[in-house]
């Protein structure tokens, strides 16, 4: 209230300032009083300082922040057993490509792949050191990279400076700092929300029919449910999402195991079938040579067994011919199965990295499908009995032959006398037709 004695004196009356609580600060400009936020005010001073001044008093310097496989700043930081850091996607991309798991640094050999997780040290400073060149030049980082900066989530209640969120409330619909998320800590009511990680366009986490927050999941349907949808739902087996996150992610290991099973299971096959395919082509090589030494050797003695030789070496060249061609077939199958295991390998892998549940689950039943395969058991090449055989039918007209020598009662003992004999004896041979 202003008094009458102050007006009379020709004193200036006081303005009544609301009641200053925890969040509020009271500041004058041209003898208007104006209340703000107390945090965005701090905030506002801390601009004061420059970024070149905040980081000349750093003991941290650029090159401590970098990936030594992108070399730029860090991007979700992961350590490895050794001490070394890397981007996640940088180092996941480093070691799919590779048939060993070691470290890019210092080489050291992993006997099994380590399992990642983003160092939240290290990732705070890379984003308190990206927030000190972010107001002055957006595009800043080294090598041009802003992609940490671009992706932070800010707090909605911010009005001055915005500063990075640190979770989102899916009932609100907003994401708090840590100073703007304290009602939420204190409130009673406020304390029964559902608070996240932050992530941004928080609308899409409303169920579009209902308007509740999506926290709940059917195991059933495999489909994201608010409190309202769950009512339908009633005799399916639904958890919240949390808890289907984790056991959706223990799913995922075991389906990421057996597609790598699956894949070294096809390259054994792959292998395998390519040492079948060489050695039944040397051994069929082989037996067409023997075969045809042998036609040389007999050719004068029976032009008809000539003829019948020569069918089985066609009909044995053919029949490799359609070994090879079944082969081929099998491998061209496989390893187009290959190459969609690889791919779906790669989504698993983009799935594993997911972080946000709500992402995870809304991508886990496209990503985590498997693509149909074949039997491998269903295809084999041995060709060593089919060839086995043909030697036997080859070795067999031999001796048939020499049967036919004995019969003539020529003794073959010099090369000129077996040449003579043959001569004399392919006019009285019989036309013998070896069996196939």
Known sequence: MHSEPAERSGVQPSVQAPPIGPSMVITKTDSNVKTSCIYCSLNKIRTLRTPEMAFRNSLISEDQLLCPICLSVFVHPVSTPCGHNFCMSCITTCWNSALLCLCPVCKELFAFRPLLRVNT????????????????????????????????VLCDVCTDLQQEAAWSCLQCLTSYCEPHLEPHRRAAGLKRHTLIQPVSALEDRVCPEHGGPVALFCKTDMSLLCHVCSRSHVHHNVVSTQQAHTEMRVLLVQIQSRAQQM??????????????????????????????????????????????????????????????????????????????????????????????????????????????????????????????????????????????????????????????????????????????
């Not at 040290?121 to 802003?146: K, M, R, Y």
């Not at 060249?317 to 390893?335: N, T, Y």
């Open 121 to 152: 040290f290290i990732s705070e400073v890379t984003s308190q050191f990206l927030t000190l060149h972010a107001p002055d030049d957006q595009s800043w980082s080294p090598g041009g990279d802003v992609r940490a900066a671009s992706s932070a």
């Open 263 to 436: 894949v070294r299971e096809r390259l054994q096959k792959i292998g395998a079938v390519r040492e079948s395919v060489t050695g039944s082509t040397a051994e069929t090589k082989g037996v067409i040579r023997d075969s045809l030494q042998d036609l040389q050797d007999l050719t004068r003695l029976v032009l008809k067994i000539q003829n019948s030789i020569t069918e089985l070496i066609e009909e044995m060249e053919r029949r490799q011919k359609v070994a090879d061609e079944e082969a081929a077939g099998f491998i061209s199958g496989v390893e187009a199965e290959l190459a969609a295991l690889r791919e779906a390998s790669v989504k698993l892998e983009e799935l594993q990295h997911t972080k946000d549940p709500f992402q995870f689950l809304q991508n886990f039943q496209n990503k985590s499908a498997l693509p149909q395969t074949t039997d491998l058991s269903s295809f084999t090449l041995n060709r060593h009995v089919e060839m086995e055989r043909a030697w036997k039918s080859v070795s067999k007209s031999v001796s048939l032959l020499q049967v036919l020598l004995r019969f003539t009662g020529t003794r073959l003992t010099l090369c000129s006398s077996y040449l003579q004999s043959v001569s004399r004896s392919a006019s009285s041979a019989p036309a013998l037709r070896p069996p196939l």
